[in-house]
């Protein structure tokens, strides 16, 4: 290693070198993953507090990479998301959503399904049509739906996505409000947003046993979102403790390892069928 030459130093960093060299495998490896059948989800419930039913599931997509094995997307949406491959991934993942809904359906389980999207997709000209289409094309009632917008991606741009996000609530979607918590949203804008959920960040949920803060944020972002006439989703729940508590302080929804891990459909249908809890 030459050290001598400022530039060089950055470029001869081993740990840089295969960051690097790793990311532009990815990012070619991602553009035939899709016609490559490489992608697959995963869904995990959202537990009702109050009938203690499921009826509302979150898909969570996988990457099987031929020789890395399987990629959790936080290792690969953000690539996608700066290399416009987002577009092409969320219309996958949407449609294969749908037609797992559509499945359930026909099973006599009537699941709302709902889909992650990044800010990216927000920003396509054609995203309004291209959902309205796949549900009308699926048979989905749209109240079937719910669109998962992390807290970050409408505090940036929050004219347009309002726009966008009061015509999908007018024909019928539901929206969620992800991540909430860690995105810097003002009360002004949370109450201009056409928004039916609050989804609590997983990082104030993790500790509820042993850390007060986190026990007064949780409790006032369900106050908050209740006196605003929304749903509260808690997500990251490991624990029994966590569960109870978040019952006794009247949160809607319960989503977590304790209650289930995401499973592949062959998995969470017999678990939906016959739900253990
Ligand atoms: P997210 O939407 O906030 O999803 C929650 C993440 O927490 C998921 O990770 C889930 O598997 C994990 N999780 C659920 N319960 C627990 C728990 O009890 N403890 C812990 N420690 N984790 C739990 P996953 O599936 O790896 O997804 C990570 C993130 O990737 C998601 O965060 C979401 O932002 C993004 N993502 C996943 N699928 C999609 C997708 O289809 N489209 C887009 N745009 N983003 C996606
Ligand atoms: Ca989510
Ligand atoms: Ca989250
Ligand atoms: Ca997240």
Redesign the pocket.
């Known amino acids: 290693h030459t050290r001598n030459t400022g530039s060089l130093v950055q470029i001869y960093q081993p740990e840089l070198d295969v960051n690097t060299v790793e990311r532009l495998n990815l990012i070619n490896d991602l553009v035939q993953a899709i016609p490559a059948n490489q992608f697959e989800?995963?869904f995990?419930p959202k537990l009702c507090m109050t009938s203690r039913r499921v009826k509302h599931v979150?898909?969570?997509?996988?990457w099987k990479h031929p020789t890395l094995g399987m990629i959790?997307?936080?290792n690969f949406?953000s690539i996608a998301e700066k290399t416009g491959q987002?577009e092409a991934?969320?219309r996958w993942?949407f449609t294969a959503a749908l037609i797992q809904c559509k499945k359930w359906n026909a099973l006599g389980l009537e699941i709302n399904m709902a889909?992650?999207?990044?800010a990216e997709?927000l920003k396509e000209p054609d995203f309004y049509d291209f959902v309205c289409h796949t549900i009308d094309e699926q048979n989905i009632s749209p109240n079937q739906v719910t669109l998962?917008v992390?807290e970050s991606s409408v505090v940036g741009d929050t004219d347009a996505a309002i726009q966008l996000l009061s015509k999908f609530k007018d024909y019928g979607l539901k929206i969620s409000i992800?991540?909430y918590g860690t995105g810097y949203s003002s009360l002004a804008q949370l109450k201009q947003l056409p928004v039916h959920e609050l989804?609590i960040?997983?990082s104030f949920i993790?500790r509820l046993e042993k850390d007060v803060d986190d026990q007064i944020i949780v409790r006032s972002t369900i106050d908050l979102a209740h006196n605003m006439g929304l749903k509260v989703v808690a997500?990251?729940?490991?624990d029994e403790y966590s569960l109870t508590w978040l019952s006794d302080y009247a949160c809607n929804y319960a989503?977590?390892?304790?209650i289930s891990?995401?499973k592949p459909a062959s998995e969470l249908t017999p678990w939906l069928l016959n739900p253990p809890c």
């Open positions: 989800l995963y995990q979150e898909a969570l997509v996988r959790p997307p936080d949406i987002i991934l969320t993942v889909i992650n999207i990044s997709n998962e992390t992800d991540d989804k960040d997983k993790q997500e990251g729940i490991e989503q977590g390892y304790f891990r995401p």
